[in-house]
C-alpha cells in the first residue's frame, strides 16, 4: 500500500463507521428490536413450549415437531448472520430472506388458524416486525454502500 492511500484510509471514515450516525443508529435499533423478536421466539419454541398456548404454538399450528427444530436453528445461525459485524453481506442478505419468509409464514399461520378470533395481535404483530426487519434491511443496504465507495476511494489513491 502506497503512503498517500494510507494516508487517505486514515484521514476517511473507517468501514465499520460508514453511513451517517443517524443511518447507524436506525440499522441497530431496528436489528436489535428484530434480534430480540428471534431470540424470544428461539426460547419460547425450546423452553416454553405452553406458552401462550397450552398444546405449544406448534401443535396449535398444526406444524410438526420437527419444523421447530429447523426453525430454531435457522434463527439462530440468522442471529448470528445479523449481529456479527464480520459476515459478508451475501450471508446477512440470507438472513434477511429468512427471517422475512418467517414473519410472514407466522401471520398467514395464525390467520389460517383463526387466531385472529383471539387477538388480532396474533397476525398483525409478525407483520409490524416484518416493516421492522425491512427498515434494518434498507439501511443496512445503505450503510454497505458507503462502505463500499469508502473502500473503493481509498484503493483508488
Do not use: C
Amino acid at each position: 500500500m502506497s503512503i498517500a492511500a494510507a494516508r487517505t484510509m486514515r484521514s476517511s471514515p473507517s468501514t465499520a463507521s460508514a453511513g451517517t450516525k443517524k443511518d447507524r443508529v436506525i440499522y441497530w435499533t431496528t436489528t436489535g428490536i428484530v434480534a430480540a423478536v428471534m431470540l424470544f421466539s428461539i426460547v419460547n419454541f425450546t423452553f416454553l413450549q405452553g406458552f401462550p398456548f397450552p398444546e405449544g404454538g406448534f401443535v396449535h399450528l398444526r406444524l410438526p415437531d420437527y419444523f421447530r427444530i429447523e426453525l430454531t436453528t435457522a434463527k439462530i445461525l440468522g442471529l448470528a448472520a445479523l449481529l456479527i459485524p464480520a459476515v459478508p453481506a451475501k450471508m446477512k442478505e440470507f438472513a434477511y430472506f429468512g427471517f422475512g419468509i418467517t414473519l410472514l409464514s407466522a401471520s398467514i399461520a395464525h390467520l389460517s388458524v383463526g387466531d385472529w378470533h383471539r387477538s388480532v395481535l396474533f397476525v398483525v404483530d409478525p407483520l409490524i416486525f416484518l416493516g421492522l426487519l425491512t427498515v434494518s434491511y434498507v439501511y443496512f443496504n445503505k450503510m454497505e454502500a458507503s462502505r463500499r465507495r469508502t473502500v473503493g476511494a481509498a484503493a483508488r489513491v
